[in-house]
């Protein structure tokens, strides 16, 4: 519609508003509508800048791309598998192996790339009481990638990510939440580069005594929220 603005001195607006696609279709009255008005010789040349802009930026797009993928040859494998985590696919696997590289031996463990990559909590602890602990300011590059791909991996049915991030927005709320997944994420990320071996979902472990009595509990409060009375007794 807009080549179409430019190149013709006068054209129906009519005629523009059916070269609407897609989910505009629907709103080719409204487009009609829009385009009723003086267009100048003026209004065309910004337009026409604007379109050669918008061109160059898509062209140095792909030639970035091009890049990216020609410095990514000699990490196939690594690229490959970082993606077989949840959440990550082909944009977050480069970013993230840009950030930590794929050699994994100067990390002793994922706690370790963890805390490199400042995305644990810090230790602010005195007399036994812990106080609020924000995580450090570290690789903004990493932790903007891995929050990405920690949001995308939220939204995957069947995940432990998934999972772990809404047991902890109950309590923490969705920011906690999503530093926590991040710093789990990351972890993984080590396992993977560091085996190299395909992301495997952990198996769901049996709940702890102490663990049991709290969810016990935690559901008896909203039993009785609802107005209704309950017992707990252990089965034999």
Known sequence: MLQALVKQDSVATAKVAQLAQWSLKPKIEAIQQALEGKLTDHHRFLIDVSMRHMRFIE???????????????????????????????????ARILSEIGADMSPFADG?????????????????????????????????????????????KKDCHFRNKYYRLKSRRGSQRAIVAIDHAMLKCVYVVLSQRKPYEEPKPTSLTEAQKQRKASSLCRQIRALGYDVKIQKTA
């Open 59 to 93: 062209e140095q797009l792909i030639r970035l791309d091009e890049e990216i993928q020609r410095r990514l040859q000699p990490y196939q494998e690594e690229y490959a598998l970082l993606q077989t985590i949840p959440g990550i696919k082909e944009t977050g696997a």
């Open 111 to 155: 706690d370790h790339l963890s805390s490199w990559g400042s995305v644990c909590p810090g230790n602010n602890e005195s007399a036994g009481k812990k106080f609020q602990s924000k995580i450090r300011k570290g690789n903004v590059h990493l932790l903007s990638a891995l929050t990405e791909c920690a949001w995308a991996a939220t939204k």
